[in-house]
């Protein structure tokens, strides 16, 4: 029965360290939420078209992922181009595609396409790894309880 009572205890303590990394992911995920949200709501917004789908190789899998160029005019009406961060294969727009634009007054180059793509992957992602750990770490905590 020690042996038990020991590998029951090192489960339960696991249990908690997987609670506290869903809890950590889930803080992150909001975290880059704020951010987006702030970008948004202190941005301007403007008409852009994709120019060009830029291949690049994807440092995760070394595969082919393409990021779109995006040709905009602020409102003062300087030309700008950028390279949107979100990369995909197959693309996620095509070029010619018109899209809407969010930038920052104050540095234009800071600008990205609104699309929920392109916005919130990365908190969903986050989000989602959180929720799993959150959900599969209680399920096993509290059923190693109940012994």
Do not use: C
Not at 19 to 25: E, K, Q
Not at 39 to 47: T, V, Y
Not at 60 to 68: F, R
Not at 106 to 123: C, E, H, R, V
Request: no cysteine.
């Amino acid at each position: 029965m020690p042996l038990l009572s020991t590998l029951t205890n090192q489960y339960r303590a696991q249990s908690k360290l997987g609670l506290l990394t869903g809890v950590g992911a889930l803080v992150i995920a909001l975290i880059l939420v704020g951010i987006q949200l702030n970008f948004i709501n202190n941005s301007l917004r403007a008409q852009g078209t994709v120019t060009n789908n830029m291949r690049r190789i994807s440092v995760n899998s070394n595969e082919d992922v393409y990021a779109p160029i995006v040709s905009f005019k602020t409102a003062d009406g300087q030309q700008m181009e950028f390279e949107e961060a979100t990369r995909s294969n197959p693309p996620a727009h095509q070029v010619g595609e018109t899209v809407e634009v969010f930038y920052k007054a104050t540095n234009p180059k800071d600008a990205q396409i609104n699309s929920p793509f392109d916005l919130w992957l990365g908190p969903i992602i986050v989000g989602g790894i959180g929720i799993f750990f959150l959900i599969f770490n209680a399920v096993f905590y509290f059923s190693k309880q109940k012994r």
